[in-house]
């Protein structure tokens, strides 16, 4: 069972930026990041494959990014230029392979973080 713990929410204005880490407990292939506003499906927002091969929504695209570490057991969203639709409660995810990587399906994805909140007030 792989652990992921995330760290970095908060409550900030629109239009400033916001950096959400994720760290695995072992090795995973792919890891990313979905949200999930109140009345709303769980969408996926970006990840990442062991390779360096990144996915993103289009609704984050040219304003957030991922990137992981060295080891590749940490997972960083920047999150740029928020907005009031940004807010949700963000969870990482993870699985060990890549499948979910290109799909941002959350079905395709193993394992799960408790998720932290991120509110963009205007």
């Known amino acids: 069972q792989v652990q992921l713990a995330e760290s970095g929410g908060g409550s900030v204005q629109a239009g400033v930026s916001l950096r959400l880490s994720c760290a695995a407990s072992?090795?995973?292939?792919?890891i990313g990041w979905f949200r999930q506003a109140p009345g709303k499906e769980r969408e996926g927002v970006a990840a990442?494959?062991?390779?360096?091969?990144?996915t993103y929504a289009a609704s984050v695209k040219g304003r957030f990014a991922v990137s992981r570490d060295a080891g590749k057991s940490t997972l960083y969203l920047q999150m740029n230029r928020l907005a009031p639709e940004d807010s949700a409660m963000y969870y990482c995810?993870?699985?060990?392979?890549?499948?979910?990587?290109?799909?941002?399906?959350?079905?395709?994805?193993?394992?799960w973080g408790q998720g932290i909140l991120v509110t963009v007030s205007s």
């Open positions: 995810a993870a699985d060990r392979v890549d499948g979910g990587c290109s799909s941002l399906s959350a079905g395709d994805f193993q394992f």
């Open positions: 072992s090795y995973v292939s792919c």
């Open positions: 990442a494959e062991s390779r360096g091969i990144s």
